[in-house]
């Protein structure tokens, strides 16, 4: 497992077993972070088929998602609902509020929490989830705060290859 290890951190890497809740960032993680403007000020974003892939084949082993980002886009809000993602907050300051509400109402714990995240805001909420991740491209203090950095960037495959992780490490599902 890649990992960047900082004083804050145990010093054992901590595995994505047991997560049952995965929370992403948008912008430099389901996306390369750029946003594209039309002439008319319409805004354009881009997302892996890869990742959608791979969220969807986790939600069928009944992992469940949520979206958190600071920005708010019609094109996040068209993707989140193609991919059958129902807990999507746009337009967010205070991540770490929003992610205990999510945990309570869906009665989670930390620890069964999966976080994807690349930049500053996100590191409240990387810290506290039971497994963290971001993409290689994701500022320095986040991968200093991750337990994996992907090999793919954000918007790449790099969601895709986290939950690749997570299933290797999951208990094989009850029938």
């Known amino acids: 497992m890649k990992r960047?290890?900082?004083?804050t951190r145990p010093t054992r890497p901590r595995r994505p077993g047991g997560i049952?809740?995965?929370?992403?960032?948008?912008?430099?993680?389901?996306t390369?972070?750029?946003?594209?403007?039309?002439?008319?000020?319409?805004?354009?974003?881009?997302?892996?088929?890869?990742?959608?892939?791979?969220?969807?084949?986790?939600m069928s082993a009944g992992i469940r998602f949520a979206l958190i980002t600071g920005r708010r886009s019609k094109a996040v809000a068209s993707r989140a609902r193609d991919l059958g993602i129902t807990d999507l907050h746009q337009?967010?300051?205070?991540?770490?509020?929003?992610?205990?509400?999510?945990?309570?109402?869906?009665?989670?714990?930390?620890?069964?929490?999966?976080?994807?995240g690349d930049d500053e805001p996100d590191i409240p909420i990387l810290r506290v989830a039971g497994f963290s991740a971001a993409p290689?491209?994701?500022i320095r203090q986040?991968?200093?705060?991750?337990?994996?950095?992907?090999?793919?960037e954000g918007g790449r495959g790099a969601v895709r290859e986290v939950l690749d992780l997570i299933a290797r490490k999951a208990p094989p599902r009850r029938k």
């Open 4 to 7: 960047v290890r900082p004083s």
């Open 20 to 30: 049952r809740f995965v929370v992403l960032d948008v912008d430099g993680v389901l």
């Open 32 to 58: 390369d972070g750029r946003v594209i403007y039309d002439g008319a000020g319409k805004q354009y974003q881009s997302f892996d088929v890869h990742d959608g892939y791979g969220i969807r084949r986790a």
């Open 91 to 116: 337009g967010v300051t205070d991540k770490l509020k929003v992610f205990r509400a999510l945990l309570a109402r869906h009665r989670f714990s930390a620890a069964e929490t999966c976080v994807i």
């Open 136 to 138: 290689r491209g994701a």
């Open 142 to 152: 986040v991968r200093e705060a991750v337990d994996y950095v992907t090999k793919q």
